[in-house]
Each structure stands twice: as structure tokens, then as C-alpha cells.
């Protein structure tokens, strides 16, 4: 009667850690992607200004926006690494018992 408890549990497990990395990868890539179309918006915003000042802004908006693509970038190669790591472990887990 246990084991068959224990079996949905386990069940329960493999299929939580499916969903917690696709909502880990869905939300690092949702962030990068709307902090650049902030920044890209203050960006276009200043391009069409008259003032100096916000020209002058707008150069540090372009400077800031090459910044986050770099940083965008990097982080696309961490969560690889941790994608293909983890999917890694959890099809371990799933084939090899645990002593």
C-alpha cells in the first residue's frame, strides 16, 4: 500500500522538475527580452527629441542597450549549460535507481 503512494510521489516529483525548468528558462528569457524593449522605448523616444540633453541620454541608452545584449548573450550560454546539466540529472534519475 506504501509503495504504491511513494510511486505517485516520485511521479508527482519527475513532472514538477520538468515545469520548474521550462519556467526558469521561460523567465530569464522573458526578462532579458523586455528590459531591451524598455530600454530600446527610451531609446526611440530620445531619438525624436529636439532637447540636448536628451541626445545626450540617448547616447548612454545606446551605450547601455550594446551592454544588456552582451549580458543577454552570456546568459543565453549559462542557461544552456544549466538546461542541458539538468535535463541531464533528471534523465539519470529517471533511468538509474536510487541506492
Do not use: W
Amino acid at each position: 500500500m506504501l509503495l504504491l503512494f511513494i510511486f505517485y510521489i516520485e511521479l508527482i516529483s519527475y513532472i514538477a522538475r520538468i515545469f520548474s525548468l521550462a519556467v526558469r528558462l521561460f523567465a530569464n528569457m522573458v526578462a532579458g527580452h523586455t528590459l531591451m524593449f524598455i530600454l530600446i522605448g527610451f531609446f526611440y523616444i530620445g531619438l525624436f527629441s529636439n532637447s540636448l540633453f536628451v541626445l545626450g541620454l540617448d547616447i548612454f541608452f545606446y551605450l547601455l542597450i550594446i551592454i544588456i545584449s552582451v549580458l543577454e548573450v552570456a546568459i543565453a550560454f549559462i542557461q544552456t549549460f544549466v538546461f542541458i546539466l539538468l535535463t541531464i540529472f533528471y534523465f539519470r534519475d529517471c533511468v538509474m535507481p536510487k541506492h
